[in-house]
DNA sequence: TCAAAATGATTGAACGTTCATTCAGAGCTT
DNA sequence: AAGCTCTGAATGAACGTTCAATCATTTTGA
């Protein structure tokens, strides 16, 4: 432990691991300290209560997300080839880092996830409609509202995902073949 | 309040309006019961402990849901049909029951979701694969693991039915066309 | 150059609150 | 009166949060 923008970084990882494991509820101050190697007072210091500290912990995620995602598309490709590179960036950044997609998963469905959330985290959520208004314009895709879309797409990524950490070796054995279901998304939201 | 049953009812009714509004986190023993109009104690006649309570919640909203849904498929139909009916019944079904989508969403995201669960209320699970199995069989859709059928259709219907319910006034406006989202997974899972 | 002072992070015991759960007694039905 | 359901105050554990005290680091001033 160095800096304090590391300790910081270690109170986020720790509540982001207590909740992807035992939810909101079972990720309580003290165990968020002790996982973190600090006091609970500390925590304060960092964030001004819990609630403050789970949409640090989003706001920390969400950032990683969109560098991960965002930060690697090439708009100038034609927008097949970026959407397969999209699906390609977002599973990838999903199964090597399973608390983040645990932490997202609860927190997008649950009442934490808010408008205002958004709008305080612009950056990942105006990338996403961009990059579908994108594939509007171009004709590559079905002209249809980018938040349906939205949906369709990344709830499916995150989907397959949990899938693939899940019962991947399962799944491995009856030879399914993870690799077709991009092109099935693709086929739902083609131009005709 | 007349019978047991529907004690227990209000109950189950009262857990799931506030983990819907509120999180599990958020829904104390002590709400439930003032929301159900009973003491805190006579919970305890209805179940176990409260983590017993959140299953049963649970267990009651799963068969909801193959009632609603499951009972009103006809596999004499064509698959396609089937298909298009099974979309417009759990639609409906998620729109009608607000809380119900609100509780199945964040429940089926959270660490209470285990395999087990699923085991111990199979009539609902059970019968999706099936279904699905039965559209491979007949060669009406792709050859893909149920699972991940299964993943892409309901998903996608749980979040179109919450957008619909969140942003249907704004996107009513700007002349969204909700009825094109079950043609494009369509698009997706059918046979080439 | 170096002690003294200031700064600010860190600690963890302590606090007040809230929680899930219990249970003795009351109420109701048969 | 027997056998239940129901009540809600009581219980103790667990929680989020605070804060006086401690510690480490930096700044000051002679």
Known sequence: METLQEKRISIIKSGMELINEHGFHGCPISQVAKKAGVAAGTIYTYFENKEDMIYGIFKEVIQKQYKAVALKDNPELPFQERFFKFWENISEFYFQNPEIQGFLDQFLKSPYNTEEVHKENPSWFEWTENFYLD??????IKDINPIILKILVNESAHSLAK????FG??????????SSYPFMIWDAIKAN
């Open 135 to 140: 594939g509007i314009r171009q004709g590559a």
């Open 169 to 178: 070796k399962k799944l491995e054995k009856k030879k399914v073949d993870f």
């Open 163 to 166: 899938v693939k950490r899940n």
